[in-house]
């Protein structure tokens, strides 16, 4: 088994795949189960379908927290469970869809999976829109919109031990992607910001339960986001162009500068674009490269 699963809860058991820090987990209670992302690779996706054998829990529901690529492909081997996903999901997996393929593709030939065929994207038969209330077993954890990285973002709460499942939002590791909105992503957190959270699992990277730790993700990302505006604003109100943009932001501390430095590049476009300022398309990196 390369998946190592950790009960981080009572009612939640978290795992690392290979690739990409990424993070799968299952809530579970009384013999029943919620996957949330399960995994990347098929073998991982095998491992967690016979870790819930193995511990006598039925996959009733498959969370996926959002369209990107690298969070749709186990659902596929759930057939029988529900899947849920934000109302946004298949309209953003519908403009994304070519992306989606050749991103999965390109993991796939550089992991030595073979492929067949086209990619199916997995369709949801349960959305929501602001939030919703799920029931694992007993548990009722809520799952909420939390729109920024991407339109369909949605994290999950589970009030009695405070656990946030932030999705691709308040890793240790990456920066802010905006890939969807500044504005959506500022408000969902501060919206973190006002939560009691008291054990964090980010899509990527490491959980923490440190208080001041969790404190500090919330509170450097806020501060990212809105030194971005601050430096960008102006650019756009005096007519600059993109480069400006650039330059205004080059002397930016961001975090694991070396990996991040192109998201936060396609950042500042996106947040340039989004203040009002306009660029020819071609000089654009773009999200969509990417997702
Ligand atoms: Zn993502």
Not at 27 to 45: R, Y
Not at 79 to 84: D, E, I, K, M, S
Request: overall charge negative; hydrophobic content about 45%; some cysteine.
């Amino acid at each position: 088994m390369s998946l190592q699963f950790e009960g981080v809860t009572q009612h939640l058991w978290v795992a690392k795949c290979r690739r990409y820090a990424m993070n799968t987990g299952i809530v579970h209670d009384a013999g029943h189960a919620a996957l949330i992302d399960p995994a990347l690779l098929p073998d991982e996706v095998e491992e967690i379908a016979a870790f819930c054998e193995q511990k006598h829990v039925q996959v009733d529901t498959v969370i996926i927290t959002h369209h990107h690529w690298d969070h749709v492909l186990g659902a596929a081997r759930f057939p029988g469970a529900h899947l849920l996903t934000h109302q946004a999901y298949l309209g953003q997996m519908a403009l994304d869809l070519e992306h989606t393929w050749s991103a999965i593709r390109r993991f796939y030939a550089s992991e030595g999976v073979a492929v067949s065929g086209s990619f199916s994207p997995p369709l949801p038969d349960l959305t929501f829109d602001r939030i919703t209330g799920l029931m694992v077993g007993e548990l009722r954890v809520q799952l909420f919109h939390t729109p920024g990285h991407a339109r369909d973002h949605l994290s999950i709460y589970d009030a009695e031990s405070a656990f946030l499942w932030a999705g691709d939002l308040l890793s240790d590791l990456e920066i802010p992607f905006i890939s969807y909105r500044l504005d959506a992503f500022e408000r969902t957190l501060a919206m973190f910001a006002a939560m009691d959270i008291r054990l964090l699992i980010p899509g990527h990277g490491n959980s923490t339960r440190d208080r001041a730790e969790i404190a500090r993700r919330i509170a450097d990302d806020r501060a990212y986001l809105s030194e971005l505006r601050r430096l960008i604003e102006p650019v756009v109100l005096r007519g600059g162009s993109v480069q400006d943009a650039t330059a205004a932001c080059a002397g930016m501390v961001v975090r694991n500068a070396a990996d991040n430095a192109e998201a936060h590049a396609m950042n500042v476009e996106q947040v340039f674009l989004e203040c009002g300022g306009s660029a020819p398309p071609n000089v654009l990196l773009g999200w969509s490269r990417e997702l």
